[in-house]
């Protein structure tokens, strides 16, 4: 806008700038930001209707549809365990809360991730990289979960594993995950379509 143009006078540089409308007009930078968009997208699009979606379950959303991983979005596996009520669930704990504990050793009654990754160490045993909208971590995994037929598949990246009661093991600065035959509570393969 041209400083000789009638709409300027008495405008400030912040009220003179074009924006789109409905924004809020500052946009939050990094992940925070993300959050923001996805708030706004959530106003506009429920102003209409009645949406009942728990704040943890929304930010889950927004982060995974917001991000450039479009794993959360386009995996079966994982939208059919946020359709059968995991995240909702009230012993749910995200990774990154998993990442920010500041303890020796836990027990998490309840962890759904997706398996990104399978790498296997000097000795040939599998240690899985697990990720969740809000982060990511590495687990080791006892033989007898995988070895049997219990759960096929479940080294292959975009299965989404439900784990419960899991210890959570931090020798230095990053925690690890054990998993163990009695921590899956369920495993759902990536579907052969994807």
């Not at 008495?10 to 074009?18: F, L």
């Not at 836990?106 to 296997?120: E, F």
């Not at 007898?144 to 210890?167: H, M, N, R, S, W």
Request: proline share 6%; charged share 25%; net charge neutral.
């Amino acid at each position: 806008m041209d400083r000789n143009d009638p709409r300027w006078k008495g405008k400030g540089i912040a009220e003179s700038s074009s924006r789109p409308s409905g924004r809020l007009g500052h946009i939050i930078p990094g992940p925070a930001g993300l959050v923001q968009m996805a708030m706004e997208r959530r106003a506009v699009a429920s102003s209409g209707h009645d949406e009942s979606m728990n704040t943890q379950e929304f930010i889950h959303r927004a982060l995974a549809v917001e991000s450039a991983d479009t794993d959360f979005v386009d995996n079966f596996a994982w939208l059919t365990a946020v359709r059968q009520g995991y995240l909702k669930h009230p012993e749910y704990t995200d990774l990154a809360t998993v990442n920010n504990m500041r303890v020796t050793t836990a027990r998490i009654p309840l962890i759904v991730a997706l398996v990104k990754s399978c790498k296997r160490n000097e000795l040939g045993e599998p240690w899985l990289e697990l990720k969740d909208p809000t982060g990511s971590i590495w687990a080791g995994i006892h033989h007898k979960a995988y070895e049997q037929d219990l759960f096929p598949g479940i080294l292959d990246p975009g299965t989404c594993l439900i784990l419960k009661k899991i210890v959570v093991w931090r020798p230095e600065k990053k925690p690890y995950l054990n998993i163990t035959l009695n921590n899956l509570q369920c495993v759902i393969e990536k579907s052969v379509l994807d």
